[in-house]
């Protein structure tokens, strides 16, 4: 296990340090919502969500699939 905090944590931890700590609350929310903006949810999760779409009838017709799509 590396204990030794990395260069961009250390820069990280930098900027923190120079924070006012009544701003912590909204930074954590930013920085969550932004992790769960970029990872990838499993595959189980995302078909189900997919599924419950489909039987709820929220689907689009294929050629609006494409819209704003250039293909040559």
Do not use: C, H
């Not at 609350?25 to 990872?39: C, F, G, K």
């Not at 929220?58 to 799509?69: D, K, Q, Y």
């Amino acid at each position: 296990m590396n204990v030794l905090p990395s260069e961009k944590q250390r820069q990280l931890l930098a900027e923190l340090e120079g924070l006012p700590e009544e701003y912590f609350p909204l930074l954590l929310q930013m920085i969550r919502t932004y992790r769960d903006s970029v990872l990838l949810k499993p595959a189980a999760d995302t078909f189900r969500q997919g599924w419950l779409e489909a039987q709820a009838g929220e689907t689009l017709p294929v050629e609006r699939l494409w819209e704003g799509i250039d293909v040559e």
